[in-house]
């Protein structure tokens, strides 16, 4: 079967789409959502020196055991505002947002919302 008529093709060649036109610099850092089934894992990645300054999931030790499930909204709200918290302590205000290949709405939407809400610019 050919990668372009499975699943995991589509989301790849919207993933390429996506990073295409997005790039994360010292100045400008890139926010990288990625989501599985049972989790949902943010970065802040600078692309030129291709360093990840921190990295926030639903495996981190400050969210694990506050939900017991970690594959919905509520986990990903979580994961938005403690990224958004890390982030402004490392002195890093403004970021730009990559979905990564993934529809933005459901977790992938409320993340980004609780990271705004928590006091980052994207």
């Known amino acids: 079967m050919s990668p372009q008529l499975t699943r995991k093709g589509a989301w790849f060649r919207r993933?390429?789409?996506v990073r295409k036109k997005?790039?994360?610099?010292?100045?400008?850092?890139?926010?990288s959502v990625y989501k599985s089934n049972k989790h949902i894992y943010a970065q802040i990645i600078d692309d030129?020196?291709?360093?990840?300054?921190?990295?926030?999931?639903?495996?981190?030790?400050?969210l694990r055991g506050i939900s017991k499930h970690t594959g919905n909204i509520?986990?990903?709200?979580?994961?938005?505002?403690?990224?958004a918290k890390m982030c402004l302590e490392k002195k890093i205000p403004k970021?730009?947002?990559d979905r990564n290949g993934f529809?933005?709405?459901?977790?992938?939407?409320?993340l980004a919302q609780s990271a705004r809400e928590g006091g980052l610019k994207i």
């Open 15 to 17: 993933k390429q789409r």
């Open 22 to 31: 997005i790039t994360g610099s010292t100045e400008l850092p890139r926010l």
């Open 48 to 62: 030129t020196s291709g360093h990840t300054f921190l990295c926030v999931s639903t495996l981190s030790s400050e």
């Open 74 to 83: 509520e986990a990903a709200k979580k994961v938005g505002e403690l990224i």
């Open 95 to 97: 970021v730009v947002f």
């Open 103 to 110: 529809l933005y709405h459901g977790r992938i939407k409320a």
